[in-house]
Every structure is written in C-alpha cells, then in structure tokens.
C-alpha cells in the first residue's frame, strides 16, 4: 500500500470493493508513537491522506469512499472488509499474533473478555475445519470453554443462530475433545448434547437462558467464535 502514489490508483483500488470502507495495513504504532506500514515501512503521508490527527493507540486506517478515495481511523477490534496484497518477491507471509490487545483496545459487542481471555464471534459462515484455520492464524483457536466458570458472560457472544466453537467428537477415540488440544473437561454449568460421527460443536442460546452445545456436521456453514489468550491444561 505504500507504493500507492496518487488518487487515481487509490481508486483503482477501492474499485475492487463493493463500497464497504476496508482495512489497509497502516496502523498507530505504540512503540514509536507514529503511523506505520504492516509490512515495515514508517509512514509519510502522501498527499491525498486526511485526518491522519485521528490517529492513536489501538487505531488502525479504513480506505473508504467520498468524493475521493480517503484514509480514516478507526478501532483495530472492529470488523471491516479488508485488502490484501501479494508480492512475489517476498512470498505468503502468515502470522499467529493476534491484532487485538486485550490491554489497549476496547471490546466491540461482539467480543467478551473472560479471565485472561478474549472470546470474538464472526458472523461470516464457514465449515469447522474452515473456521479453526482461521482461528489458529489470527488469533488462538477455536473457542475452548474449559475455563469459563460460568455462562452468563457468553451471552454477549451467543445468539439463536449455531456458530461453531472448538468441541469436536474425535473419531479415533469416540469421546469429545477441544481443537486446543489442552484437554476434554466441560464445564459443569454448560450442557452439551449428544454427539455423532463427523460432528462438531456449535454455541447456541435461547432468549435468555444460558448457552449451551448442540452437535452439527462440521461440513456446514455456520459463523463462529475465537478466542486469543493462553491455554492451560485441565488434565
């Protein structure tokens, strides 16, 4: 993104979107108190920028269309669509650390903090195996729920609709186990029903009782919930 010069080549870019303001890898950098490139570079501004002033800790910049293709702040906890780029010279570069800092940057109504973690639901649907990749990219895993003592504080996260969570039936065993591989206990104030071959586990309230587990095929579609923070054994 830095290599962009001008404009005109701003709004080829955002040409590629459908209007929806996205994410570009310019961020607030703490550590040096200025903006910054994700891919290293210190930023300098080219000339079509604005309200860079709008930049702190915890914000990250929103391409987004006016009259003209503008760069504008906004909390790097929210949810935006986002551009990528490729470049052949340096190849697919994949990180495990997660954008979110449970200490600097505010929750949004779809995050919930429990202990030391952060539990984050995403309303785009995809199968298990699609949502625990992404999970173990972005942030730490599928929701684990061994640690979580009791369930009022997920129902922040948890709605009608099914999203998918890190409890699976293992076929190898036949018993239930979480995608974190610290264990199997489940808490003893969250229900969970019977599992079969090829299912996984979904998190799922009705109006205002506690969530609770319901089995589906891990093959379909369903949106789902992270969690960042460290795991601890329960065996």
Same mark, same amino acid.
């Given at each position: 993104?830095?290599?962009?010069?001008?404009?005109?080549?701003?709004?080829?870019?955002?040409?590629?979107?459908?209007?929806?303001?996205?994410?570009?890898?310019?961020?607030?950098?703490?550590?040096?108190?200025?903006?910054?490139?994700?891919?290293?570079?210190?930023?300098?501004?080219?000339?079509?920028?604005?309200?860079?002033?709008?930049?702190?800790?915890?914000?990250?910049?929103?391409?987004?269309?006016?009259?003209?293709?503008?760069?504008?702040?906004?909390?790097?906890?929210?949810?935006?669509?986002?551009?990528? =780029?490729? &470049?052949?010279?340096? /190849?697919? %570069?994949?990180?495990?650390?997660?954008?979110? #800092? +449970?200490?600097?940057?505010? @929750?949004?109504?779809?995050?919930?903090?429990?202990?030391?973690?952060?539990?984050?639901?995403?309303?785009?649907?995809?199968?298990?195996?699609?949502?625990?990749?992404?999970?173990?990219?972005?942030?730490?895993?599928?929701?684990?729920?061994?640690?979580?003592?009791?369930?009022?504080?997920?129902?922040?996260?948890?709605?009608?609709?099914?999203?998918?969570?890190?409890? =699976?039936? &293992?076929?190898?065993? /036949?018993? %239930?186990?979480?995608?974190?591989?610290?264990? #199997? +206990?489940?808490?003893?104030? @969250?229900?969970?029903?019977?599992?079969?071959?090829?299912?996984?586990?979904?998190?799922?309230?009705?109006?205002?009782?506690?969530?609770?587990?319901?089995?589906?095929?891990?093959?379909?579609?369903?949106?789902?919930?992270?969690?960042?923070?460290?795991?601890?054994?329960?065996?």
């Amino acid at each position: 993104m830095e290599s962009l010069k001008g404009p005109g080549s701003m709004l080829n870019l955002y040409s590629l979107l459908k209007g929806d303001p996205a994410w570009i890898g310019l961020f607030f950098d703490v550590d040096t108190g200025t903006l910054s490139w994700s891919s290293g570079p210190i930023f300098t501004t080219p000339f079509w920028f604005m309200n860079l002033s709008e930049f702190t800790a915890g914000f990250c910049a929103l391409l987004e269309m006016s009259f003209t293709p503008n760069v504008r702040a906004a909390l790097c906890s929210t949810q935006h669509a986002f551009i990528c =780029y490729y &470049d052949p010279a340096i /190849g697919h %570069l994949i990180t495990r650390e997660s954008p979110l #800092s +449970s200490s600097t940057i505010p @929750l949004t109504p779809d995050e919930v903090r429990i202990g030391e973690k952060i539990f984050m639901r995403f309303t785009e649907e995809k199968t298990w195996s699609a949502a625990l990749q992404y999970c173990q990219t972005y942030y730490t895993n599928l929701a684990d729920l061994q640690s979580v003592t009791e369930g009022t504080p997920l129902k922040r996260i948890s709605s009608q609709t099914e999203a998918w969570i890190g409890l =699976y039936l &293992d076929g190898n065993t /036949g018993s %239930l186990r979480w995608s974190s591989n610290f264990g #199997s +206990s489940i808490p003893s104030w @969250l229900s969970v029903s019977m599992f079969g071959e090829g299912q996984c586990g979904t998190l799922r309230r009705f109006e205002n009782f506690l969530p609770r587990v319901s089995p589906a095929f891990c093959s379909e579609l369903k949106p789902f919930i992270c969690f960042y923070g460290k795991c601890q054994s329960t065996l």
